[in-house]
């Protein structure tokens, strides 16, 4: 590279290429000051409790362009990033932190949640069934929605037991927060207008974690289900992060705050203006976990009370851009 002072001797014309290397010097030397040089040009996101998964995704979007360094767990063990089991686990250390500032290309390292049974007692909170779900009233046969927190990652792990019977495997839309499970058949069933209260429990396995038990009411009831035939969004048909959408169907309930509508896993309530049997207005949750920039995710319509829901309805979403 030349040197200015190769280039400069006293009494010399200071011309123009020469001024533009003076000035570009000079720029490179604020960048590197202000932290913005060649070498610092990408601002590490936040990946914290986040999976490895949408980690990985995170960190390779075109904006930021970094790549996955050293990943262990919460014990000091090597992690395989490519074992399918990985990639549920969440993170909850990064090096360098967030904000730091590196060079495209540049690895970050990773730190996750302990598995369980690794060695040693692994740090973790007890699943929990909200109280709430006692007050459903669910026949044999339906979906229902266990909302709690702390359900298993793979929603395979998550055995539900209504009445000591296991039910099915949760579907697809479980996650942490809510497990969508079918009743299955109990000993002496409700018939006709009867009712039946039965305990409920969920159990992670393979640790044998159990929830914290519940109860739920098992009847026959004759109410039709909501559906769902579009949904407005502007711009683009797609719905952002924090704004309203407007859902249109049927069946609704006449209380906006008696529905409840599923963005994904997440839980929102219609707006009482502009809604009612047949519309409801509602705020897209602001934050839904399987949205990493834009997605396509699964709208339901659900009810406060009784276990009745729409089929679900593809909406993509994405988040608002900054």
């Known amino acids: 590279m030349t040197q200015l002072s190769d280039r400069v001797r006293p009494g010399d014309l200071i011309q123009s290429d020469l001024m ?7 720029q490179e030397l604020s960048d ?22 949408d980690a990985r995704t995170i960190l390779a979007l075109p904006m930021n362009r970094l790549n996955v360094g050293n990943v262990i767990d919460a014990f000091g063990l090597a992690v395989d990033v490519n074992a399918v089991e990985s990639r549920t686990r969440l993170v909850v250390n990064q090096i360098p932190p967030p904000g730091a500032r590196v060079a495209s290309g540049s690895a970050v390292d990773l730190v996750l949640a302990a598995k369980q049974g690794t060695g040693g007692t692994t740090p973790s909170t007890l699943p929990t069934i909200d109280p709430s779900v006692a007050r459903l009233k669910t026949p044999i046969g339906e979906e229902v929605i266990i909302t709690g927190s702390n359900f298993a990652q793979l929603r395979s792990d998550n055995q539900v037991f209504f009445d000591n019977v ?18 299955p058949d109990v000993t002496n069933p409700p018939t006709g207008t009867q009712e039946k209260q039965v305990p409920l429990r969920v159990v992670i396995t393979p640790t044998g974690q159990a929830a914290t038990s519940t109860t739920i009411l098992l009847a026959k009831l004759a ?18 992060l924090g704004e309203l959408v407007t859902i249109h169907g049927t069946g609704f309930a006449a209380a906006a705050a008696d529905n409840v509508v599923l963005f994904g896993t997440q839980r929102a309530t219609a707006e009482t203006t502009g809604s009612n049997t047949t519309t ?12 990493v920039r834009s997605s396509s995710i699964n709208v339901i319509v659900t009810f406060r009370e009784g276990p009745q829901r729409s089929p679900a309805f593809p909406l993509t979403v994405a988040r608002p851009v900054i």
Request: proline residues 10%; without cysteine.
């Open 20 to 26: 533009n290397l003076i000035l570009q010097r000079l």
């Open 166 to 183: 296991p039910a099915p495997v949760p579907s697809a839309q479980s996650g942490t927060t809510a497990l969508f499970v079918r009743v």
């Open 32 to 53: 590197s000051i202000s932290g913005l040089s060649d070498t610092g040009r990408v601002s590490v996101p936040s990946v914290f409790a986040r999976t490895l998964a």
């Open 280 to 291: 409801l207005v509602v705020r897209v949750p602001r934050d839904i976990p399987e949205v």
């Open 223 to 240: 109410v039709s289900s909501p559906t769902v035939s579009s949904i407005d969004t502007a711009p683009n048909d797609t719905g952002v």
